[in-house]
T-cell receptor, first 115, second 111 residues
């Protein structure tokens, strides 16, 4: 197992459902990120964790709830989503959140469709 | 504020053609600059990066030079292949470790 993995790869859910996205990194990194990628829009940073502590939250609605139990795992818990939340959700990791070790490595993403 | 502007796609070229995808940025300070590539059905992969002015990043035949005077980081490749078809994203890393992304440029290479 290498790099950054995400499960599931595809998810369809209703607006009243509760689901979770999982990300796991096998790179020994200390920082992890959630991004939202919508069609024809720049990637949007949602959350940043460094050493399991949240260090950035870009005004994301509370229906998205992140969890970082350790430096290798990151979850995004979803509840009462809206159809406009349908997007590709990307997880990334980096050695740390300092500029000197700045390269982020991405997982393949979870394609989320909210009905 | 910080922003990244890329040329709109799709860019359609024939195999072995020369490629340029323009990227310009606005930023405070001296951000690191990146090109990421997203192949169909896959996640983002780092293609190359440059961390200071006049640095040239290169990988898989692609190159980009960090031009502070023109605030640009244009991606070039001398001879493209069908396998280069993908979406290319330019990005900068701010001093508080946020990646600011361009909207992406879809590249289509025809045999």
């Amino acid at each position: 197992e290498t790099g950054v993995t995400q499960t599931p790869r595809h998810l369809v859910m209703g607006m009243t459902n509760k689901k979770s996205l999982k990300c796991e990194q096998h790179l020994g990194h200390n920082a992890m990120y959630w991004y939202k990628q919508s069609a024809k829009k720049p990637l949007e940073l949602m959350f940043v964790y460094s050493l399991e502590e949240r260090v950035e939250n870009n005004s994301v609605p509370s229906r998205f709830s992140p969890e970082c139990p350790n430096s290798s795992h990151l979850f995004l818990h979803l509840h009462t989503l809206q159809p406009e939340d349908s997007a590709l959700y990307l997880c990334a990791s980096s050695q740390d959140t300092s500029v000197e070790t700045d390269t982020q490595y991405f997982g393949p993403g979870t394609r989320l469709t909210v009905l | 504020g910080n922003s990244v502007t890329q040329m709109e796609g799709p860019v359609t070229l024939s195999e072995e053609a020369f490629l340029t995808i323009n990227c310009t940025y606005t930023a405070t300070g001296y951000p690191s600059l990146f090109w990421y590539v997203q192949y169909p059905g896959e996640g983002l992969q780092l293609l190359l990066k440059a961390t200071k002015a006049d640095d040239k990043g290169s990988n898989k035949g692609f190159e980009a030079t960090y031009r502070k005077e023109t605030t640009s980081f244009h991606l070039e490749k001398g001879s493209v292949q069908v396998s280069d078809s993908a979406v290319y994203f330019c990005a900068l890393l701010t001093s508080n470790y946020q990646l600011i992304w361009g909207a992406g440029t879809k590249l289509i290479i025809k045999p």
